[in-house]
């Protein structure tokens, strides 16, 4: 599948824009076949030429072939890459898509006979006299501005759906304004259908080519509006990357703030920890259990070990067998 391939290679990827379509979905797939079907309908002949001259017969229709070809692409690359930036796969949307598809089979032979009609003109290999009778050219031009005007028209309900659904999609600043910029595209290609069909209702049967001719205006028009858009996305990109530079600054700046108000807070919180365990006297309050007792001033120790019981008494001698009897030395042996 050319889908799943051009998804592999990145074709399409804009760094700015991130993709929220993960791999080729059933409806991107299903797309994928009718757009393959329609390529087929545009064969130039089923059959194989079976002398030299209707092998030049077939090869007159090279060009329209290419001409329908290219515009079927482009249809494509627009679904493509609707898909690929915001993979919506509600109903709403498979509805549209729906739509579209029916749109373009039906599409595909108006766009078949209108391109080989106008390449034969340009070329001028002969017609058959019953190609296109007086009046029939109107006809001819209504449809086709129809079809094109109804894949740009669900093209731009697809956009604008997508732009509602911006905040569920979380898009920023850079990808709303992409996304109003493909919708601003789909919208002005839709008004030159408008006006080819305006142009062939005021001036009738003489205005068919005039009304024809209109849509080779679409390039510049898309140019003049790339560019304008271009420079403006160009000043909303300087903007968005400056405020994340500012906030980056700003964060490195807080980080260590706080590691050294942390620091500090515990260097004070060890120093009273130390400075709480002494008396103005000099005697401690708070020791190990094994340790508890001190000194006082005047006796001896009440908290402590047995075996370090006692303390110091006022002249600094030691009360260790204060408890205890000594027996008493040189006593005399008894009989």
Partial sequence: ???????????????????????????????DAVFAFAVTLLVVSLEVPKTFTDLLTTMRGFFAFGLCFLMLIYIWHIHYIFFRRYGLKDTYTITLNALLLFVILFYIYPLKFLFTFVMNMVMGIPMQADLLLPGQGVQMMLIYNAGYFAVM???????????????????????????RISLNQVILQGSFALVSTGIVMVGGEAE???????YGFI???????????????????KQVEATRAQQ????????????????????????????????????????????????????????????????QQQGGQPQRFRNRRRPPRNRPETP
Wanted: glycine share 20%.
């Fill in 153 to 179: 028209l669900i093209f731009s309900l697809m956009f604008i759906h997508a732009y509602r659904k911006r905040e569920d999609l979380r898009l920023n600043e850079l990808e709303r304004l992409d996304t």
């Fill in 219 to 237: 390039g510049p028009v898309l140019g003049v509006h790339g560019f304008i858009m271009g420079r403006r996305r160009d000043k909303l990109q």
């Fill in 208 to 214: 068919t080519a005039m009304a024809g001719w209109i």
């Fill in 1 to 31: 599948m050319f889908r799943d391939r051009f998804v592999r290679q990145g074709y399409g990827y804009n760094k700015d824009f991130r993709w929220r379509g993960g791999e080729v979905s059933r409806i991107e797939g299903f797309t």
């Fill in 248 to 311: 980056q600054r700003q964060q490195g700046g807080q980080r260590p703030q706080g590691r050294q108000q942390q620091r500090g807070g515990q260097q004070q919180q060890g120093r009273h920890g130390q400075q709480g365990g002494q008396q103005p006297g000099g005697t401690s309050q708070q020791e190990k259990p094994g340790q508890q007792g001190g000194q006082q001033p005047g006796g001896p120790q009440q908290q402590g070990r047995p075996e370090q019981q006692g303390g």
